[in-house]
């Protein structure tokens, strides 16, 4: 059988560029595992694995501009945007550098014997070890910060996990440059090139999560590819934790307050969330209720200029941008929904941004659920309620979410607003994050964050942004009565690493 | 359809004792996930929660007399056993009141604003919070600790999780009895009775774990059945966490030097672990690879002698000494396993502890798979090598454990003994916690203990004993921009509650 071809398809024009390698075959996936695998234990040298984290954020530094021209090439999404995700990528490859340095997620506890306790207590010195090879399946619409050089493969990496990448179809040449540098990172850092392995293709994507030696996996994708990996992992005979974030309709409510205050601004801010990448964030604005009424149509206005005034985009890939013409043409064509700006497509590969509007009691009924899908691509769907009961009979039917956001009235009117308060506690248990008179586009990078959410939103309670991230990819483990020289040096009597531990 | 009859059976005679209750229908099961769910939000109060958790210590400790006598009546583990039991599980009711009150789970972290900053810093305020309505399905060999009133049901109150208990058909009464003392300390405390609320029936435990309102489980049982469960888990259309222990073989490795040192010693102590409580035990070691040639043989006498001293017991209930008898039986007709002292029926509803030997080369040829299947009851089988290579060989061929042990050389002899460093870390891939020159018998509640392991031994990396066993039924929560007086008294300004904040 002849390998096939892995093209890099320039999305501005639909043409491939190159090729840049073939799909894996079931033996080369089961090589690169194997491969992967072999080298786990070079990894146990947390120094080193510092210094890896550190010298690939380096390397990618030193290529700036051939990796984001690489990345425009492939994911049109323009050298600024692709310059701060770069920036953010390396700083996240240093952040995971200092979480091994610190080591404070190695979680030590000791327990020192107690011979006079009933019953005598042993010695117990627990920590967490890494997983194994972890499967990193990667996101078509952060060709840095969530594909090889992301924060899956950089928080396994911290763990002590080799790492088998999967490249998304959309970005091969991007992908084959970034792990070619992470694997000359390792080599520089005195480790095995292979503690990262790339792997291309559909069918190798399935092959990984079914392999043996395959501990974990991370993905950020869709609902459907990530739901069927997810089976596939639990399916296994020995199951494997999936870590997914899969979707997100991110739902924001307008108290009436809050538009009666500021429907301008708020029309405005969605309209820049909303529009923002092509629409292509995972915590894009997806659905918004606003009321009835003149308060209600002045944020409808607002929305709609904001808006009717943006240029057409190009997308990530033709597929995607034929999702969202085919996506938002069957929800348009919906009894009553009509559309204040209508997308759909643009000029030559691009496409145009648009709203689409329904009363809220047709979602109430039950009617229309197609509307609480999330369509990717810069659209969203505002439904306007005409009580507060229609609102809470509309959350009640959305799925699990990454962000949810209500805007009240702010400054001196915000302790009036009395929808407040209980809006906030039906939000809370349909998301990760909520936000208050804010735009959930924009995930910081800071200790407080959460990102994910209750399924589709995550597979897991985990968060896949930030320092805990690391969580993941270990488990506990702990010694009871071993001596001293057989301890790993973490763990020996007078923290001779110099450790936090308790 | 009439309501099948719930019986309390006597496993000294086999006899119905009453009948305790009826098995749960679908809709039962669906009334009793809406109860617990609806109120959830009673649970919110952290000071009524952790006095309902002592509350229900009290209860226990009050009714200390009557609990054992039940849980005795239906598991024949005799009143001493069952009087630490009970003063292990109110220990732990205690100990995650501890913790509730402390506050350190709700792993808090504050990000205050940043206006200067580049991009500007929102506030962000991170807590954890509670999953939802916990199904808990309860364990036969430990009637109270793993049971009603065990570790997930107290983890998941401490948490702030209703729980819905899916009784073990092994002990109804029994289980009857601890949840009304959980209802009445609930009502004490000043909460619903129904935070807490018990369903009897295989059938119950089908629909319990696909109901929309469950959010988590916790099962400790079989690796069938906790498998099933783990599937159906999976497979509803919002997957749900499963933290399931399913089973565990927990391995020996007796080195040349540890048996030619200690060999009667070894012996007397494996005889006594692995007989203890009947065999019933998670953490029983059910195989052990010692050498061939004469230190070997002298363990294996000790070894024998202990075990042949051992009375006969009881077994929980007479399917389990069914399927002891049977899984003995069905081992030792294997081809090469032969049995120094044979296991199996003893007298009337008893059963006889024994040792089944086997060469390890039969094992590391792949054959005899069925004897590193877990086999509840009081067997262990020797394996013996006959070199080095061999016991990896057999090593690699283990499925997931609670626990592995090794036996070195002690003392000044323990630095020479060569096998030691490189068979521990053959071993720490295979188990959740390694043992030298101990038994794993006996799982102390202790911060560094970790009761968990490669699947099977559980389905995720969490511990089921300890303080951090909480965190399976929490999920991090991100509050951002919100106003003080839609915070949560935990996470306002100046820090009202004095919790551990970062």
Request: aromatic content about 4%; proline content about 8%.
């Amino acid at each position: 059988m002849a390998a096939e071809p892995v093209w890099s398809v320039d999305p501005r024009t639909g043409k491939p560029r190159e090729q840049v390698a073939v799909e894996a075959t079931a033996d080369e996936v089961d090589l690169a595992v194997r491969a992967a695998h072999a080298v786990r234990g070079s990894l146990a040298d947390r120094t080193a694995r510092a210094a890896f984290l550190r010298t690939a954020a380096d390397l990618l530094d030193e290529a700036r501009e051939h990796v984001i021209e690489a990345a425009d090439a492939e994911s049109a999404l323009g050298p600024v945007r692709l310059t701060g995700e770069l920036a953010r990528t390396t700083a996240q490859l240093r952040a995971f550098a200092d979480v091994v340095d610190e080591g404070a997620f190695l979680d030590i506890r000791i327990d020192l014997p107690d011979p006079a306790a009933t019953p005598p207590r042993s010695d117990m010195r627990r920590w967490k070890i890494p997983l194994g090879v972890v499967a990193v399946y990667t996101a078509s619409n952060f060709p840095l910060a969530f594909s090889v050089p992301g924060g899956d493969t950089a928080s396994a990496l911290a763990a002590g996990c080799p790492v088998v990448v999967k490249a998304h179809p959309d970005h091969p040449a991007t992908s084959e440059l970034c792990a070619s540098l992470l694997r000359r990172a390792a080599v520089k850092a005195g480790l095995p090139e292979d503690v990262v392995v790339l792997v291309h293709g559909f069918d190798a994507g399935v092959e990984l999560i079914r392999h043996p030696l395959v501990a974990a996996a991370g993905f950020t994708g869709s609902v459907r590819g990530g739901r069927a990996l997810f089976d596939a992992a639990n399916a296994r005979p020995v199951p494997i934790p999936f870590h997914g974030e899969l979707g997100s309709l991110n739902p924001v409510v307008l108290t009436p307050a809050a538009v009666a205050q500021r429907a301008e601004e708020i029309g405005a801010g969605l309209a820049g969330s909303m529009t923002l990448g092509a629409g292509q964030f995972c915590t894009k604005p997806g659905f918004v209720l606003a009321p009835e009424g003149e308060d209600g149509d002045r944020f409808l206005a607002a929305l709609t200029a904001g808006v009717s005034e943006t240029e057409p985009a190009v997308m990530l890939d033709h597929r995607m941008r034929d999702a969202f013409v085919a996506g938002v043409a069957e929800r348009a064509a919906l009894d009553g929904v009509h559309s204040p700006v209508t997308p759909g497509a643009g000029g030559a590969h691009t496409v145009s941004a648009g709203v689409l509007a329904v009363a809220a009691d047709r979602i109430a009924s039950g009617d229309h659920h197609l509307l609480l899908e999330e369509c990717f691509g810069p659209v969203t769907v505002v439904a306007r309620y005409g009580s507060r009961a229609e609102i809470s009979e509309v959350l009640s039917r959305l799925p699990g979410n990454l962000t949810a956001t209500l805007h009240i009235a702010d400054g001196d009117a915000a302790d009036a607003d009395e929808d407040a308060a209980p809006l906030l506690a039906e939000l809370t248990p349909l998301a990760g994050r909520v936000l208050v008179n804010g735009w959930p586009t924009g995930v910081a990078v800071a200790p407080a964050q959460h990102h994910g959410g209750p399924y589709p939103a995550a597979t897991s309670t985990s968060t896949s942004v930030g320092a805990t991230a690391i969580e993941r990819w270990l488990r506990p483990f702990t010694y009871q009565s071993t001596p001293q020289h057989l301890l790993p040096p973490e763990l020996r009597d007078g923290n001779p690493l110099g450790l936090p531990r308790r």
